[in-house]
């Protein structure tokens, strides 16, 4: 007779529901989630960058399995995987507050939802000083490599008139792309982004010197106060050059608000390309192909940069509708879970 010890793993697989759940957990991690975009590998570690501020999160992991199998995807010693003990929505977790209050710069666009989940009110306040920021428009490429050989051409541009630019990428794979091309057309310049979060304060520090050229992701979108000369204020301040939008118009506007800050001058302007992210997944193809034949014969005339604007708007408007939803549905299922729940007593 033969004894055969059957793991725990043997007895998972044999379950349907399980044997899927695993299937669609490990082509996710092989298809979806993206290095140097989703999260980078330090100190042999698999570690989640969280795309709205650029940051590496390293007490995060993916639940459910799928961070061990990203693990093993990238040749990483297979962490333990966590259980999750209790979970709360951050709608149902602020609601708890006696008192809620909170300050940015970037909440217009959120007024409603901000009364429907809340009960809060958005208040403007003016700026402390006139603005005089500029935004110079949009330019649309039809492709990728075209986006960014007239980014590095911006660059140049300003800094021959002794401007310091930044660059703002939506992934750090993105802002070592701009990195690698910078150094070919021989522009020193400096990168930060999840790998270079340490030096993040000496980065900053110098990065509106004359002349200074910055690639940063969403490090440098939030909390970011750069500070400039006088002979850099007298040349026209910082140029901020956005090269993807985000589905946010929210973290857009935290990129350009770097610039013109506490009444100095600074300019911004977006270069963008039909290939990027944004307009792939939430563009009609049909829209896509009318706007890359448009792109490329009316190249360097006017219409490009209002059909750039205009994809923008259409994308941006179609994902934060989609996020909106799914925030609506959040607080939905809250109030659902309440009622069933409800000789616990009542709700916050």
């Known amino acids: 007779m033969v004894s055969i010890k059957a793991s725990a793993a043997d007895f998972l697989w044999q379950s349907r529901r399980a044997r899927n759940e695993l299937v669609e957990q490990a082509l996710s991690a092989q298809h979806l989630f993206q290095l ?24 995060r992991s993916w639940e459910r399995g799928l961070h061990q199998m990203i693990e093993a995807k990238e040749g990483c010693d297979i962490s333990g995987q966590r259980r999750t003990q209790a979970r709360i929505t951050y709608q149902r977790f602020f609601r708890r507050y006696l008192r809620l209050s909170g300050m940015s710069g970037t909440v217009g666009e959120s007024t409603g939802e901000f009364w429907a989940v809340y009960g809060l009110k958005v208040v403007r306040i003016p700026t402390h000083r006139p603005l ?62 999840a790998r270079q979060d340490k030096q993040e304060a000496d980065i900053v520090a110098a990065a509106g010197q004359a002349g200074r050229i910055t690639v940063a992701t969403n490090m440098a979108g939030r909390g970011t106060d750069i500070k400039l000369n006088a002979q ?24 350009f608000g770097r610039c013109a800050r506490q009444g100095n001058p600074g300019t911004t302007e977006a270069i963008v390309s039909l290939q990027d992210e944004l307009f792939l997944r939430f563009v009609a193809p049909r829209l896509q192909h009318l706007a890359g034949w448009m792109a ?15 994809l923008r708007w259409i994308a941006q408007r179609n994902a934060e509708r989609l996020h909106s939803k799914t925030r609506r549905d959040t607080v939905e299922q809250d109030k659902r879970f309440d009622g069933s729940l409800a000789f616990a007593g009542k709700s916050e």
Do not use: C
Request: aromatic share 4%.
């Open 36 to 59: 140097d975009k989703h999260y980078i590998v330090a100190d042999s570690k698999v570690q989640i960058v969280d795309e709205y501020t650029g940051r590496v999160m390293p007490d």
């Open 232 to 255: 850099v204020i007298e040349a026209g301040g910082l140029h901020v050059i956005l090269t993807e939008f985000h589905e946010s118009g929210r973290i857009d506007r935290q990129l």
């Open 296 to 310: 490329v014969n009316f190249r360097g005339e006017r219409m490009p940069r209002l059909l750039g604007g205009l």
């Open 132 to 193: 005089r920021r500029r935004h110079l428009g949009t330019s649309l490429s039809a492709t990728g490599a075209e986006k960014w050989k007239r980014v590095i051409e911006r660059a140049l541009e300003m800094r021959r008139i002794g401007r310091p630019v930044l660059i703002g990428t939506r992934s750090v794979a993105a802002s070592e792309q701009v990195s690698r091309l910078l150094s070919e057309a021989g522009l020193s310049h400096e990168v930060l982004n």
